[in-house]
Nanobody, 121 residues
């Protein structure tokens, strides 16, 4: 079993900042990609940012220049620094880890429980 433990979300004012963390633990042999997705009410889940092996990073256009993703491989932890938050960033944020549970096994996608971020004055 693999567990993803996310830090809690909160209510923040527009222009504010938040920092998320997500730690993967349990039976996982290797991690390929760590990232964050979000889902706003009545919208589909969308990629926010992801970081792959070799520190290849992708951001959604809507967060470029405002959000920064990073990872600590020794701790199997991914971070998301969110600055200049906007009302449209309001959503449930989900941590995602793609990794192999065992040596030579195919990769599997694991999801965190989700954490609510509300940007409002």
């Amino acid at each position: 079993q693999v567990q993803l433990v996310e830090s809690g979300g909160c209510l923040v004012q527009p222009g504010g900042s938040l920092r998320f963390s997500c730690a993967a633990s349990g039976c996982i042999f290797s991690i390929n990609v760590m990232g964050w997705y979000r889902q706003a009410p009545e919208k589909q889940r969308e990629l926010v940012a992801k970081i792959a092996s070799g520190d290849r990073i992708n951001y959604a256009d809507s967060v470029k220049g405002r959000f920064t993703i990073s990872r600590d491989n020794a701790k199997n932890t991914v971070y998301l620094q969110m600055n200049s938050l906007k009302a449209e960033d309001t959503a449930v944020y989900y941590c995602n880890v793609v990794g192999a549970p065992q040596y030579r096994s195919p990769p599997y996608s694991y999801w965190g429980q989700g954490t609510q971020v509300t940007v409002s004055s």
